[in-house]
């Protein structure tokens, strides 16, 4: 079951290691990935009516989240380091959850993909408004994070199913 073709990240002793994309062809990769926060429709109100005593919630978030990225590779074990051409984080209130959606877009011209400074971008931004909320509502819940798409690299482009 544990071949090296099945998982890349072991070495012939089962051990882990960074696995070698230097011989890849350097190319144009993006992914995108999203998730949510809910929370008590008090708490989403004083998040959008920008009355969170710590600060602008939406905005700093988006901050978390593209430092998030930027940091992917120090946060993942056996992530390679990227240099992101550009991540968009856009956070989004939503009265009918109520919480708060989050969607980033992660750009790279590498030889390995950005799926995880996508992810990583998304899952920094929910934590982070948890972090500015928990005081006034622990009960909040994250969730839905997930692949939307990726594409280029030699295994192609892909979509999730909505």
Same mark, same amino acid.
């Given at each position: +079951?544990?071949?090296?073709?099945?998982?890349?990240?072991?070495? %012939? @002793? @089962?051990?882990p290691? /960074?696995?070698?994309v230097?011989? &890849?062809a350097v190319?144009?990769r993006r992914?995108? $990935?999203?998730g949510w =926060?809910?929370?008590?429709?008090?708490?989403?109100r004083?998040?959008?009516a920008? %009355?969170?005593? &710590?600060g602008?919630?939406?905005? =700093?978030a @988006?901050? $978390? !989240? =593209?430092t998030? $990225?930027? &940091?992917?590779?120090?946060? =993942?074990?056996l992530c390679?380091p990227? *240099?992101?051409?550009?991540i968009?984080?856009?956070?989004?209130?939503?009265? %009918?959850?109520p919480?708060?959606?989050?969607r980033?877009?992660?750009?790279v011209r590498?030889?390995?993909?950005? %799926? /995880?400074?996508?992810l990583? $971008?998304v *899952? #920094?931004?929910?934590?982070?408004?948890?972090?500015m #909320? &928990?005081a006034?509502?622990?009960? +909040?819940?994250i !969730?839905g994070?997930?692949?939307?798409?990726?594409?280029g !690299?030699? *295994? !192609?482009?892909w *979509?999730?199913e909505?």
């Amino acid at each position: +079951m544990t071949n090296r073709a099945e998982f890349p990240h072991l070495d %012939e @002793q @089962q051990r882990p290691h /960074m696995v070698d994309v230097g011989d &890849k062809a350097v190319t144009d990769r993006r992914a995108a $990935a999203e998730g949510w =926060i809910r929370t008590s429709p008090e708490m989403l109100r004083a998040i959008t009516a920008g %009355e969170n005593p &710590k600060g602008n919630v939406l905005v =700093i978030a @988006q901050i $978390a !989240g =593209i430092t998030g $990225a930027k &940091k992917t590779s120090e946060l =993942i074990p056996l992530c390679h380091p990227l *240099s992101l051409s550009g991540i968009r984080v856009d956070v989004e209130p939503d009265a %009918e959850l109520p919480g708060v959606r989050v969607r980033a877009e992660a750009r790279v011209r590498e030889r390995t993909g950005v %799926e /995880m400074e996508a992810l990583t $971008a998304v *899952s #920094c931004a929910l934590l982070t408004i948890y972090d500015m #909320c &928990k005081a006034n509502d622990r009960g +909040m819940e994250i !969730g839905g994070v997930r692949l939307l798409s990726k594409a280029g !690299g030699r *295994s !192609g482009d892909w *979509s999730a199913e909505r």
